[in-house]
């Protein structure tokens, strides 16, 4: 078998395809920047930015090197405020004046999980407050304002979101005493 620069065919041909595929990745992360006007975020992106406005108890927008990035967070579901044609749920706005203490005005830092954006191009997130640390996610949790909503491949703490829901209808907290299971 003849080889190039001391390499044979058979080797090298994984490489040159591995070469070709990253090539074609690329081309599509520029079209899709360029498409969307938006910088493509990848799997376990870490982002810094300051929240803008809260939408509701598992919804923000936060200021990101000058663009409004529209953030759902990972693993937590709240009740609904703002669905159409559907009345406002128990404990939504609760669960959105709670957030808004949380990280309303504050400097916070965006981790991506596995897949990082929603069929509705949101950003899918783990939210940290910067000032202090506090994992957003798990405190809405934990304090009984939001439950757990696991959607894979985005797994990367569903236990520890599980045990916090756990302890927090134990404990009858938030809208686990007001909405029922």
């Given at each position: ?40 975020v990848g ?90 640390g506090l ?47």
């Open positions: 078998m003849s080889s190039v620069i001391g390499v044979s065919r058979r080797r090298l041909l994984p490489w040159l395809v591995l070469i070709a595929a990253g090539g074609a990745l690329g081309a599509t992360v520029l079209e899709d920047r360029g498409r969307s006007g938006r910088e493509a799997r376990g992106a870490t982002l810094h930015g300051t929240v803008t406005r809260v939408v509701d108890g598992d919804t923000i927008h936060v200021r990101v090197d000058g663009r409004r990035v529209k953030v759902r967070y990972i693993g937590v579901d709240t009740p609904e405020s703002h669905r159409p044609d559907t009345p406002v749920q128990c404990f939504a706005r609760e669960a959105t004046a709670a957030n808004a203490r949380l990280v309303a005005g504050e400097e916070v830092v965006l981790r991506t999980d596995a897949e990082p954006r929603d069929r509705y191009d949101r950003l899918l997130a783990y939210v940290t407050r910067r000032r202090d994992f957003v996610n798990a405190a809405l949790v934990r304090d009984g304002f939001a439950r757990i909503l696991t959607i894979p491949p985005n797994v990367r703490y569903e236990r520890a979101f599980g045990d916090l829901e756990r302890g927090a209808r134990a404990r009858g907290a938030g809208l686990w005493s007001r909405c029922g299971p």
